[in-house]
T-cell receptor, first 115, second 116 residues
């Protein structure tokens, strides 16, 4: 079974630009969550989508948004990029949502650098 | 207050020896799940082991076992027979209903170095 895939793997953007990251979950998984990892703040939850609906959102500004398609693939978008948005963005998928699911498998991440 | 505390920023272990990575958690939810992930320098988070709050027995997965002490709110990861490939960052995470609605809350991590 194929794992979680994320594209692109690496990205360099300039301040003020916007970026879209993509995540394809494991086949059969309907929940997709996004996390941001930085050296200073560690791993922080961004949002979760389940069956095309945003189920939960972390404490991030409105510049961070996402969506999920009917095939469970998810995209996240960051508008008006700031230097502090440089991070590793990780996507995780699971079959179910909430504590009913004991599994959450991560993709390889997208490393975003904002200059 | 931190929800997940990993008190060991870095640890060394000799190859073939066992090592315990500490994790304590804080929650008032009766139903929660505890996870351990390994993150090599490549960046990918690799799922190692899961323990549910209602599980009666400690979880085991190959060389990994979770020492779950519910009353003390600790969920330490034990790696037996360490290998050089075990050198990585290790993260403890919790998922609870209620405020977080199921998303993972991570600790700061422990960097494990295995010496030959």
């Amino acid at each position: 079974k194929a794992g979680v895939t994320q594209t692109p793997r690496y990205l360099i953007k300039t301040r003020g630009q916007q970026v879209t990251l993509s995540c394809s979950p494991i086949s059969g998984h309907r929940s997709v969550s996004w996390y941001q990892q930085t050296p200073g703040q560690g791993l922080q939850f961004l949002f979760e989508y389940f069956s095309e609906t945003q189920r939960n959102k972390g404490n991030f500004p409105g510049r961070f948004s996402g969506r999920q398609f009917s095939n469970s693939r998810s995209e996240m978008n960051v508008s008006t990029l700031e230097l502090g948005d440089s991070a590793l963005y990780l996507c995780a998928s699971s079959r179910l949502t909430g504590t009913r699911s004991s599994e959450q498998y991560f993709g390889p991440g997208t490393r975003l650098t904002v200059t | 207050a931190q929800k997940i505390t990993q008190t060991q920023p870095g640890m060394f272990v000799q190859e073939k020896e066992a090592v315990t990575l500490d994790c304590t958690y804080d929650t008032s939810d009766p139903s929660y799940g505890l996870f351990w992930y390994k993150q090599p320098s490549s960046g990918e988070m690799i799922f190692l082991i899961y323990q549910g709050s209602y599980d009666q027995q400690n979880a085991t997965e190959g060389r990994y076992s979770l020492n779950f002490q519910k009353a003390r709110k600790s969920a330490n990861l034990v790696i037996s027979a360490s290998q050089l490939g075990d050198s990585a960052m290790y993260f403890c995470a919790m998922r609870e209903d209620g405020v977080s609605q199921g998303n993972l809350i991570f600790g700061k991590g422990t960097k494990l170095s295995v010496k030959p």
